[in-house]
T-cell receptor
Framework: GQNIDQPTEMTATEGAIVQINCTYQTSGFNGLFWYQQHAGEAPTFLSYNVLDGLEEKGRFSSFLSRSKGYSYLLLKELQMKDSASYLC??????????WGAGTKLIIKP | GAVVSQHPSWVICKSGTSVKIECRSL??????MFWYRQFPKQSLMLMAT?????????EQGVEKDKFLINHASLTLSTLTVTSAHPEDSSFYICSASPPSSENTEAFFGQGTRLTVV
């Protein structure tokens, strides 16, 4: 079966750095996505990785290793507004998005 | 980015009634739209793929007679929850992508919080 694993919840301090990991086992691979979702709202796109390596976009960076089935989302200079759930999703061989359960990130002052 | 609009953002209905949710792509044409359901503290679950001008494709375990999908135009897909019951209470979200970015990003509607009482 297809599976995406990410931690259920993480806590970090305002101004610090946090890394959210994601491992996947899917039938084929056509890209990995990270989305941010605030409670009661729809997800918003953060990043897309299809090749190995690090993609940096402002305070957020995303890393992919296809051989290890592994990705992480790195958030720097954490702000209170970064408190949200972060969803990892993979497009499989049929270009269907397979979603992880999400990691709830709690930012403390 | 592209804009997907979903309406209503929340609805409360009585058990046994039907509820229609609309999903519109405002600045692009979408031959395919996706309908998801999300229960509290759970992942997004794909319910069905809506195809313009043809029948929707439903995921295993999703009752097509209960969740009616119509994709009559390139900018509008509707999901009708028929004979709603309390267990249908959930957060329903649609998504679509412009042809230029359909492999790299999904754009989501605002979501619809359905409560069946």
């Amino acid at each position: 079966g297809q599976n995406i694993d990410q931690p259920t919840e993480m806590t970090a301090t305002e101004g610090a750095i946090v890394q959210i990991n994601c491992t996947y086992q899917t039938s084929g691979f056509n890209g990995l996505f990270w989305y941010q979702q605030h409670a009661g709202e729809a997800p918003t796109f953060l990043s897309y990785n299809v090749l190995d390596g690090l993609e940096e976009k402002g305070r957020f960076s995303s890393f992919l290793s296809r051989s290890k089935g592994y990705s992480y989302l790195l958030l720097k200079e954490l702000q209170m507004k970064d408190s949200a759930s972060y969803l990892c999703a993979v497009k499989d061989s049929n270009y269907q998005l397979i979603w992880g359960a999400g990691t709830k990130l709690i930012i403390k002052p | 980015g592209a804009v997907v609009s979903q309406h209503p953002s929340w609805v409360i209905c009585k058990s046994g009634t039907s509820v229609k949710i609309e999903c519109r792509s405002l600045d692009f044409q979408a031959t395919t739209m996706f309908w998801y359901r999300q229960f509290p503290k759970q992942s997004l679950m794909l319910m069905a793929t809506s195809n313009e001008g043809s029948k929707a494709t439903y995921e295993q375990g999703v009752e097509k007679d209960k969740f009616l999908i119509n994709h009559a135009s390139l900018t509008l897909s509707t999901l009708t929850v028929t004979s709603a019951h309390p267990e249908d209470s959930s957060f329903y979200i649609c998504s679509a992508s412009p042809p230029s970015s359909e492999n790299t990003e999904a754009f989501f509607g605002q979501g619809t919080r359905l409560t069946v009482v």
